[in-house]
C-alpha cells in the first residue's frame, strides 16, 4: 500500500469515477470495500447499511471472515457508535476500549479499527477499517476514509433514483406492451367481424345496382352510387388498419431493392386508377438501393406517392418529384409535389393515426396512411417528416440508416 498522499489522492479519485458507473448496491459494495482497504493499508474493510434499529454487515474485505450477512443492535456496536454521533471514531486497542463488543471480536483477527459514518449528517451506514496489528489510524487516513464515505453517500442516493426510474420505465414499459396487446386484440375482432356483414352490404348494394337500377330515378342511382363507394371506403379503412397493427409484428425479411424502380412501378399503378384528363408531370431521380423489406417499402411509397397525387388534383398539372439527399449516417428519399400542401402550425397531427388536416369534402382518406409510413421507417431506425406551404405543396422525406 502506498502512504503517499498524492497517491491516495489519485486512488480516491478512481474510485469516485468507479462509483460514478454504479447502478446497484452489490457493484457499491464491491467497489467501496476493496477502496476502504486499499486507502489505508488495513487488514480489514466493512460495509455497514442501517437497518432500522439494527447494523447490516453487508460485505467485507478481509485476510479472515469478519460479519458479513450479520445484523446487530445498534447500540452495541461500533458501526452503530458512529452512526448514532454521527462521526468518526479511533481505537488503537479494541480490549480496552468499553465501546466494543469484545465477545463479538474476540474470534477475529481485529487488534485496531477505525468507523466512519456514512452521511454525517443523517447517517445511513458506517465504513469499517480494522488491522490484525496494534495500530492507531492516522487523522490523514481518517480523513481519506470520510471522504470514501461521503462519496458513497451520494452514489447510494444516486442508485436509488436510478432504481426508481428503471423502476418506473419497465412499469410503465409494461403497462404500454398490456394496453397495445389490448388494442391490437380488439383492431382485430372488429376489422374481422367487420368484414363479413359489409361484404354481405356491398354484395347487396351491387344486386340492387344491377337489379333494379332501371327503376331507380338519378337521385336514387345517385344514392346508390355513393353507398357502394361508402362500404368501399370502409373496406379500405380495414385493411389499412390492419397494415397498421401487424406492421410491427412483421418479421423483417430484407432484401436489396431497387428504389427508383418500386417507385416508378407504383407511380404507374395509381397514375392508372386516376382519370385520363389529368396532367401528370413525374420526374425521378437514380435512387441508391435498399436493404429493406420489400412488401414494407411498398406500403411506404404507396402512401406517399398516393398523397402526392391526391392533394394535387386541385392543381391543372400534377407535379410529383421524387429524389434522395445523401449524408454520412443516413440516406433521405423525399416525394414532393405542388399541391394544396398543409399549414405546419398543425404539424404535430401530422403523423397520428386517424389526425387529417384536410375535411373529407375536400380530399377522402382515413389518417392512417401516414402513421404506417412512420411505423415501417422506425423498424429501421430511420425517421420521417415533413414540410409545407398552404396551396403551394408539401415535401415528404423518410430517411434509412446506412443505405
Not at 459514518?117 to 489510524?137: K, L
Not at 397493427?245 to 418500386?262: A, D, G
Not at 420526374?283 to 392533394?311: C, E, F, H
Request: aromatic share 10%; net charge negative; hydrophobic share 40%.
Amino acid at each position: 500500500m502506498e502512504t503517499i498522499p498524492g497517491k491516495r489522492l489519485e486512488r480516491l479519485v478512481t474510485v469516485v469515477q468507479e462509483l460514478s458507473l454504479a447502478r446497484n448496491l452489490q457493484a457499491v459494495t464491491g467497489i467501496v470495500r476493496t477502496a476502504a482497504r486499499s486507502l489505508t493499508g488495513a487488514d480489514g474493510a466493512t460495509f455497514v447499511l442501517r437497518d432500522k434499529d439494527k447494523c447490516y454487515y453487508v460485505d467485507e474485505d478481509a485476510i479472515s471472515p469478519l460479519w458479513k450477512g450479520s445484523r446487530f443492535p445498534i447500540e452495541t456496536c461500533i458501526s452503530g457508535w458512529a452512526m448514532m454521533n454521527r462521526q468518526s471514531v479511533i481505537i488503537p486497542d479494541i480490549y480496552q476500549d468499553g465501546r466494543v463488543p469484545i465477545e463479538a471480536y474476540r474470534p477475529t483477527f481485529v487488534k485496531s479499527l477505525v468507523m466512519v459514518p456514512i452521511r454525517t449528517m443523517d447517517p445511513i451506514g458506517a465504513i469499517g477499517n480494522y488491522w490484525a496489528r496494534p495500530h492507531e489510524a492516522t487523522k490523514e487516513e481518517a480523513q481519506i476514509l470520510q471522504s470514501l464515505a461521503d462519496i458513497t453517500a451520494v452514489t447510494l442516493e444516486n442508485v436509488q433514483i436510478y432504481e426508481e426510474l428503471e423502476a418506473r420505465v419497465k412499469q410503465r414499459t409494461e403497462e404500454l406492451e398490456i394496453a397495445n396487446k389490448q388494442l391490437e386484440a380488439f383492431s382485430y375482432s372488429v376489422t374481422h367481424d367487420l368484414r363479413s356483414p359489409l361484404a354481405g352490404v356491398l354484395g347487396l348494394a351491387q344486386v340492387l345496382q344491377e337489379e333494379y337500377s332501371l327503376q331507380l330515378d338519378g337521385e336514387g342511382r345517385e344514392l346508390m352510387g355513393l353507398m357502394e363507394q361508402s362500404v368501399k371506403n370502409m373496406s379500405q379503412l380495414i385493411d389499412n388498419l390492419l397494415a397498421f397493427f401487424t406492421t410491427s409484428k412483421k418479421e423483417l425479411n430484407s432484401v436489396e431493392v431497387s428504389m427508383k424502380t418500386i417507385a416508378t412501378e407504383y407511380f404507374q399503378l395509381l397514375r392508372a386508377q386516376e382519370p385520363m384528363e389529368r396532367t401528370f408531370e413525374f420526374t425521378i431521380s437514380d435512387l441508391p438501393d435498399a436493404w429493406v423489406d420489400r412488401t414494407l417499402i411498398k406500403q411506404v411509397w404507396m402512401n406517399l406517392l398516393g398523397n402526392a397525387i391526391k392533394y394535387s388534383r386541385k392543381k391543372d398539372k400534377t407535379n410529383i418529384q421524387v429524389g434522395y439527399e445523401q449524408t454520412e449516417q443516413d440516406t433521405i428519399y423525399f416525394v414532393k409535389d405542388q399541391g394544396s400542401g398543409f399549414d405546419m402550425a398543425h404539424y404535430d397531427r401530422l403523423f397520428g393515426a386517424f389526425q387529417r388536416l384536410h375535411n373529407d369534402q375536400e380530399f377522402e382518406g382515413n389518417g392512417i396512411g401516414l402513421s404506417l409510413v412512420e411505423r415501417i421507417i422506425a423498424r429501421y431506425g430511420g425517421k420521417v417528416w415533413a414540410k409545407a406551404v398552404p396551396g403551394e405543396g408539401a415535401v415528404f422525406y423518410f430517411s434509412l440508416p446506412g443505405s
